[in-house]
């Protein structure tokens, strides 16, 4: 059974930088970040693999980082140059014990579980 705890978030000025951490337990495969703002659907944002290959959505890279202390079971997401389009409710994802195709990396049907979301406000 695959639990995780998102912490970190929080409130910021355009242009500058806040971290998020998932601390996950149970067998993980694929990770990743997501983020729903109100009235819009869940976006991919970052994903990372077991071997460490990440993948980025457009309006991200460059950006932010997503990284994993596998030692720690614990997922990180580095967000800079933040701009108020980002302010969304970001939650961390994990495919329970597998990968995941890399067509469907950023799709959030093909995660099993989340966590409970952390607010990241850019003004």
């Known amino acids: 059974h695959v639990q995780l705890v998102e912490s970190g978030g929080g409130s910021v000025e355009a242009g500058g930088s806040l971290s998020l951490s998932c601390a996950a337990s149970?067998?993980?495969?694929?990770m990743g970040w997501f983020r729903q703002a109100p009235g819009k659907e869940r976006e991919g944002v970052a994903s990372?693999?077991?071997?460490?290959?990440?993948n980025y959505t457009d309006s991200v890279k460059g950006r932010f980082t997503i990284s994993k202390d596998n030692a720690k079971n614990t997922l990180y997401l580095e967000m800079n140059n933040l701009k108020p389009e980002d302010t969304a409710m970001y939650y961390c994802?994990?495919?329970?014990?597998?990968?995941?195709?890399?067509?469907?990396?950023?799709?959030?049907?093909?995660?099993?579980?989340w966590g409970q979301g952390t607010q990241v406000t850019v003004s």
């Open positions: 990372i693999n077991t071997r460490g290959s990440t």
């Open positions: 149970g067998s993980i495969g694929c």
């Open positions: 994802a994990a495919a329970a014990g597998r990968e995941i195709p890399a067509a469907q990396i950023l799709s959030a049907k093909a995660y099993d579980a």
